[in-house]
């Protein structure tokens, strides 16, 4: 894939009709919303047909099923993301016929232009950040417009044209493509190697978010000092133009976190920023949330935003989709579903999830994400899924990736099973529903984990056990 250098950008209204390669795709989805909103022509495609394609035709998108050149017919911009082959034959007609082709992060950045942009990135939290802030940010009359990577549970939405001149965006480190966007405010919840196949050495990958932090339009760079790179990050540009706004429990962090209460089904924690205390409270468990939401209401504190309404409005956020999102109940067995794709965001959620399990297992479904990510952190998944009673893995999600001789999901069941943890493995995702169903007993809490169609299981799994449909 490699990564994204980033392009000068145009206002909306000098792109003319534009056109989204991949537009059900959970990053391409909004930015093609947003410029609906406005009123312009949109067009896009996916290989199948979706919700999301569905949701886009209602809001005016001009939607396709398949790649067809003939799709790029009228079409002044094509837009695509970094899972877009070069051989893919809408790319290459655009190519040929001398059209304009920008990434995702261009077409995004062009509708930040004009606005106060905030950033939010990080190698875990960064969807359930921005959503907080968004959240937050229009709990306290500020109307923010924004671009999520996953719709809010509330209310199914992952974009946003308001009124403010604030504009939350999550910003994708993977590709470098969070080099690109025109915001005056960065946030970072943490930095941790992930990515290699793109940046090549964890030294380039923290160099990268360096480079972000020292961006000529950055005016605030607001970061978790408990995080051991975030806090090399911020003493190595300290002294720039930018401030810095250092979030943590440490004493010397200038918005500073004490008492926190993670365990069960919400969490609370004390919140000293500006000189004042204030009670933090969430409606979702876990001290990673209580970190984010801090790194939110530091943000929108930033932006000129009063804490105590910001707070107000994160005690009634109940969520990003796939972010510990309930999925139902059957026979007694509770399945929830998360994103968790990285050794360390594993270890997070089963972390939260075990207070919540009460008399039964934990039991934790797990499909890698990328042959490169499997090939570089298997045995550190392993050692994550160990906080597990029951692992089952399944074979690699390869997204955007061919596969690499001798990794498989198997190299993660290894992994668990050499730090202790009961593993099965069973590589065929469509039989994994009923062998699920066959191994789970009441009072299981089953928690389904990866970025890739992991997400089909727990439903499934529903209805093996006679449950009928999901929970809405």
């Given at each position: 894939m490699g990564l994204?250098?980033?392009?000068?950008?145009?206002?909306?209204?000098?792109?003319?009709?534009?056109?989204?390669?991949a537009a059900g795709g959970a990053g391409m989805s909004p930015v093609a919303g947003c410029y609906?909103?406005?009123?312009?022509?949109?067009?896009?495609?996916?290989?199948v047909g979706s919700a999301t394609l569905d949701k886009l035709a209602r809001a005016g998108v001009d939607v396709h099923i398949g790649h067809d050149p003939a799709h790029?017919?009228?079409?002044?911009?094509?837009?695509?993301?970094?899972?877009?082959?070069?051989?893919?034959?809408?790319?290459?007609?655009?190519?040929?016929?001398?059209?304009?082709?920008?990434?995702?992060s261009a077409a995004l950045g062009a509708l930040m232009l004009g606005r106060a942009g905030i950033a939010v990135t990080g190698t875990h939290g960064k969807t359930t950040t921005s959503a907080m802030l968004f959240t937050a940010l229009a709990a306290a009359g500020a109307d923010p417009s924004a671009v999520l990577g996953a719709p809010l549970a509330a209310t199914g939405q992952s974009c946003h044209i308001g009124t403010g001149d604030a504009f939350v965006i999550e910003a994708d480190e993977s590709d470098g493509s969070f080099l690109q966007y025109p915001a005056q405010t960065i946030?970072?919840?943490?930095?941790?190697?992930?990515?290699?196949?793109?940046?090549?050495?964890?030294?380039?990958?923290?160099?990268?978010?360096?480079?972000?932090?020292?961006?000529?339009?950055?005016?605030?760079?607001?970061?978790?000092?408990?995080?051991?790179?975030?806090?090399?990050?911020?003493?190595?540009?300290?002294?720039?133009?930018?401030?810095?706004?250092?979030?943590?429990?440490?004493?010397?962090?200038?918005?500073?976190?004490?008492?926190?209460?993670?365990?069960?089904?919400?969490?609370?924690?004390?919140?000293?920023?500006g000189g004042q205390e204030h009670l933090l409270r969430l409606a979702v468990p876990g001290v990673h949330n209580l970190r984010d939401a801090a790194l939110a209401v530091a943000a929108g504190w930033a932006h000129g935003a009063d804490p105590a309404a910001l707070l107000d409005g994160l005690a009634s956020f109940t969520g990003a989709a796939r972010r510990f999102q309930r999925v139902g109940e059957a026979r007694g067995v509770r399945v929830v579903d998360d994103y968790a794709h990285h050794p360390t965001e594993l270890a997070v959620v089963l972390?939260?999830?075990?207070?919540?399990?009460?008399?039964?297992?934990?039991?934790?479904?797990?499909?890698?994400?990328?042959?490169?990510?499997?090939?570089?952190?298997?045995?550190?998944?392993?050692?994550?899924?160990?906080?597990?009673?029951?692992?089952?893995?399944?074979d690699v999600y390869a997204a955007r990736e061919d596969p690499i001789p001798g990794v498989t999901g198997e190299l993660v069941a290894r992994g668990a099973?050499?730090?202790?943890?009961?593993?099965?493995?069973?590589?065929?995702?469509?039989?994994?529903?009923?062998?699920?169903?066959?191994?789970?007993?009441?009072?299981?809490?089953v928690i389904t984990l990866g970025a890739g169609d992991v997400t089909e299981i727990g439903p499934a799994l529903l209805?093996?056990?006679?449950?009928g449909e999901p929970d809405a």
């Open positions: 994204v250098e980033p392009v000068p950008l145009l206002a909306p209204s000098e792109l003319g009709r534009l056109h989204f390669v609906a909103a406005l009123g312009l022509p949109v067009s896009g495609c996916d290989q790029v017919a009228g079409a002044d911009t094509m837009v695509v993301s970094s899972a877009i082959r070069p051989e893919n034959p809408e790319l290459t007609t655009a190519r040929a016929a001398g059209r304009r082709i920008w990434h995702r946030v970072i919840t943490n930095i941790e190697a992930d990515h290699l196949d793109n940046w090549g050495t964890p030294q380039a990958y923290a160099a990268g978010f360096e480079r972000l932090a020292r961006g000529d339009d950055v005016r605030t760079v607001v970061l978790d000092v408990d995080d051991p790179g975030a806090a090399r990050l911020a003493a190595s540009v300290a002294g720039t133009a930018a401030r810095l706004i250092g979030v943590g429990t440490d004493r010397a962090a200038e918005v500073r976190l004490s008492e926190l209460a993670g365990d069960g089904p919400a969490a609370r924690a004390v919140l000293r920023i972390r939260a999830a075990r207070p919540l399990v009460g008399g039964g297992r934990l039991v934790a479904c797990f499909q890698p994400h990328l042959f490169t990510r499997t090939r570089d952190f298997a045995p550190d998944f392993g050692v994550s899924l160990a906080g597990a009673d029951l692992v089952v893995v399944t099973a050499a730090a202790g943890a009961r593993v099965v493995y069973e590589p065929d995702l469509a039989a994994l529903p009923a062998r699920l169903a066959g191994l789970v007993r009441d009072g299981d809490l209805r093996e056990l006679g449950g």
